[in-house]
T-cell receptor
Framework: KNEVEQSPQNLTAQEGEFITINCSYS?????LHWLQQHPGGGIVSLFM???GKKKHGRLIATINIQEKHSSLHITASHPRDSAVYIC????????????FGTGTSLTVIP | DGGITQSPKYLFRKEGQNVTLSCEQN?????MYWYRQDPGQGLRLIYY???????QKGDIAEGYSVSREKKESFPLTVTSAQKNPTAFYLC???????????FGPGTRLTVT
């Protein structure tokens, strides 16, 4: 079983397009994280959410706790946004482990 | 500069040998984690440590061992008992369990 599902698995976009990556989860959570993994393998944390919406530059993350769903949006996409985007949740019954999605591989073409 | 480092970036070993992967952080974080990443799969937790001298098994601990003798260091040993050790290994740390995690650059281990 996979507690965290992401869609799409792969995404190709033209530079400038608006991009949406979706994350659905099946457990009660205390927080949800969006991570970015660069082609070299390094991972950086983009957002930590427990409710509502957060914005950082061209990135926007939203979460709907009732529907167990989160979205990551990228406005005015750029080739440097090409990476794997990973959704991770912290279950509320344990609070000490992350459950990770398998990631969405994004390629932005100039 | 505060951060988390892993060494080496690439590691090659012969089957049957134990190998230790290094992870060091100077972020003063209490919690540290080891993950394994395989193609097409999400990150999987191997071990985690909440404080010095304490660590807990994750989902796939068989064939691995860790120690946490210092707050800054959380080395992972891949033993010969691990059936399929070739993978990308990531170390992370956080101020506490469940909080935002900071990841190291990873070590790609190849066992032949």
């Amino acid at each position: 079983k996979n507690e965290v599902e992401q869609s799409p698995q792969n995404l190709t976009a033209q530079e400038g397009e608006f991009i949406t990556i979706n994350c659905s989860y099946s457990v009660g959570i205390s927080a949800l994280h969006w991570l970015q993994q660069h082609p070299g393998g390094g991972i950086v944390s983009l957002f930590m959410l427990s409710s509502g919406k957060k914005k950082h530059g061209r990135l926007i993350a939203t979460i709907n706790i009732q529907e167990k769903h989160s979205s990551l949006h990228i406005t005015a996409s750029h080739p440097r946004d090409s990476a794997v985007y990973i959704c991770a949740v912290v279950p509320s019954n344990t609070g000490n482990q992350f459950y990770f999605g398998t990631g969405t591989s994004l390629t932005v073409i100039p | 500069d505060g951060g988390i480092t892993q060494s080496p970036k690439y590691l090659f070993r012969k089957e049957g040998q134990n190998v230790t992967l290094s992870c060091e952080q100077n972020l003063n974080h209490d919690a540290m984690y080891w993950y394994r990443q395989d193609p097409g799969q999400g990150l999987r937790l191997i071990y985690y440590s909440q404080i010095v001298n304490d660590f807990q098994k994750g989902d796939i601990a068989e064939g691995y061992s860790v120690s946490r003798e210092k707050k800054e260091s959380f080395p992972l040993t891949v033993t010969s008992a691990q059936k399929n050790p070739t993978a990308f290994y990531l170390c992370a740390s956080s101020i506490g369990l469940g909080y935002e995690q900071y990841f190291g650059p990873g070590t790609r281990l190849t066992v032949t």
